[in-house]
């Protein structure tokens, strides 16, 4: 039985801090620290840039109609259950209900695409489709998130023109950059990658939005240009894979406070039933037919999965006072949760390899 990497981190996360509270007391490890803060958003920054350059135009183009519905029943089916649920049987308040609604409904792309990067899908048509639902779920999120608590203003114009801008040079120049400047001892492609996915990062935290988003974008306007290059995706998976996302995962599990979890054990099964049943019901029946039990159980399953926007949505309700810091005791460990079981399940019983096997064949032809 196969157990993706990031699946192992988390956990390791969960243990780390737990020991770490029993050996050095309550305050145990600081997950807060600045340079790890930053390094952990670093990887969930290169983790999303390398899954948007995943997304091939081609394959966009055949398969965005499917995998846009999809996109929007697991962001909006589970929205409106997490948050009418939260509201009349645990009676929250309207605001902390709309955000544990967003919160518990977005899709990690962080998970998906570690996760299909290890089995291989990500070369897959299969699996380039995954990633366009996660982007459509995901996009779906931060403009809830945004035209719900953080109305659009001027902030957000700024936002959008520098994205739309950046992306119309950097489709224009990096095909030139990379052919003049590539595969050099500087790693020039690195620092000139850097330096737009952290300076639009920077420009969306400003705006209210998250740095994150600007990365999925880029990374699919320079998908072309980096997919031809193999040295240069290779660098920066070792990069990304091998030092950031391992700080990133980790520090999401440390987040659990296995303590209050057992205090409000109730509360945190009932959310996490919730919202995997309103997750599969909303896509396993539109799946079944058209793909089989395999392949629609899997999408079901890593579509349920939650972790990058989960857990910005909730420290955004909490330092923005719109939940209590007990709800997100909560929230936090349903999210972790989402990206565990669902993923472990996945993976087991319903890894679709024959999908796998299928492309190598069919390129190798």
Known sequence: MRISASLIEIILGILGQSAACFILGKSGLNPKEGWVSFIAGLGAIM???MA???LEPNAFRKQWKESTLIGLITFFVPFLCCALFAHFLFHWNWKGS???GIALSATSVAVMYTVLLEFGLNRTTYGKGLLIGCFVNDLSSVLMLGFIFSPFGWKTAVLSFSILSCAILMAKITPLFLKKYGNKP??????????FLL???AIAVWAGSEAVLPAYIIGMVMAQSFGQNHELVKRLRTFTLGFL???YFIRAGSFVDLTSLLGGLVPFFLFFVIQQLAKFVGTFPLLIKRKGLQ???YTTLLMSTGLTFNVICALFGLSHGIITPSQY???IPVIISTAIFPTLIANRFFLPKHLLKHDILFKGN
């Open 295 to 297: 392949e629609a159980a």
């Open 98 to 100: 709309l955000l544990a």
């Open 47 to 49: 983790l999303t840039f």
């Open 245 to 247: 996302t391992p700080f």
């Open 199 to 201: 300076g639009l990062g």
């Open 52 to 54: 948007g350059a995943e």
């Open 186 to 195: 500087a790693e020039l492609e690195t620092k000139y990658l850097l330096f």
């Open 329 to 331: 005791s909560i929230l």
